[in-house]
């Protein structure tokens, strides 16, 4: 159809056609609404933005709030799955699973943001604005194995092109596929995870939040102080989730012995 035809109408009947899969009809339409006001901004023959007005909630796709998590079973078939993956995709989801950062974060991930001498990775931007990741041993590791396969490149985890690493998508479908969880899980439930087991072993929400790089929200000097404050607080945390997730990873979480990543 010719943009500046394309009605109100036919914007709710393409998205009601997704209406099964909510979170990408609305991704759609976000991306449609921005297309449509770049062509108004433009001059371009449109009279009317079809996609203004539009809400979830009287086209039927009003996502619900994701609470996925992993359990312990889940998290140690999925690591394990993870030694049939190539390198630079088995050592992203590994730091996912360890840091509890962002996928995007990972991906643009730079040689220059890291210190291996403070074991700090400091990321200058994020959703909530810069943020520290204290790095455990593992991390160390996993990070160093990186550096043969990105050249002299300034991201860690080099895509074909010479760019970051790209969607990953393809991959987490591949590991689904192989491992075949009876419910489906995303990249980000990957990040709720992390949280949800930082709690169990009875780390501080403040703290939890401040691994995650979340703001807390009221005095602005509070929130500065949550997220270079607690540097400390948050590299127990990580430390003590390392510990776990080695146990739950080796399958010994119930007997107590931790046998670790690290030769």
């Given at each position: 159809m010719h943009a500046g035809n394309i009605t109100r109408t036919d914007v709710k009947k393409f998205l009601k056609s997704k209406k099964d899969t909510p979170y990408r009809a609305n991704r759609d339409h976000a991306v449609?609404?921005?297309?449509?006001?770049?062509?108004?901004?433009?001059?371009?023959?449109?009279?009317v933005n079809p996609c203004e007005g539009i809400k979830r909630k009287h086209i039927g796709t009003t996502e619900k709030k994701r609470e996925r998590v992993l359990s312990a079973e889940e998290v140690r078939t999925f690591w394990t799955a993870l030694d049939k993956e190539r390198p630079i995709i088995a050592s992203i989801f590994r730091l996912l699973l360890l840091t509890g950062v962002r996928s995007d974060e990972a991906k643009k991930a730079r040689w220059n943001d890291l210190d291996f001498e403070e074991r700090l990775w400091r990321i200058p931007n994020t959703k909530k604005g810069p943020h520290e990741v204290p790095l455990t041993e593992s991390v160390v590791a996993i990070l160093e194995s990186m550096r043969p396969?990105?050249?002299?490149?300034?991201?860690?985890?080099l895509g074909p092109i010479g760019k970051p690493i790209g969607n990953l998508q393809k991959a987490k479908e591949r590991i689904q596929k192989r491992i075949q969880l009876k419910e489906d899980?995303?990249?980000?439930?990957?990040?709720?995870?992390v949280a949800t087991k930082l709690a169990t072993l009875g780390i501080p929400r403040d703290t939890v939040s401040a691994v995650l790089g979340h703001t807390l929200g009221g005095n602005p000097t509070t929130d500065i102080y949550?997220?270079?404050?607690?540097?400390?607080?948050?590299?127990?945390?990580?430390?003590?989730?390392?510990?776990?997730?080695?146990?739950i990873a080796s399958g010994e979480e119930q007997k107590g012995t931790v046998v670790p990543f690290r030769s």
């Open positions: 449609m609404r921005l297309i449509f006001a770049w062509a108004m901004a433009e001059d371009r023959p449109i009279l396969l990105s050249g002299n490149s300034e991201y860690v985890f899980w995303r990249i980000h439930d990957l990040r709720r995870t949550e997220r270079y404050g607690r540097l400390p607080e948050k590299r127990a945390a990580l430390e003590k989730w390392e510990r776990r997730l080695e146990q």
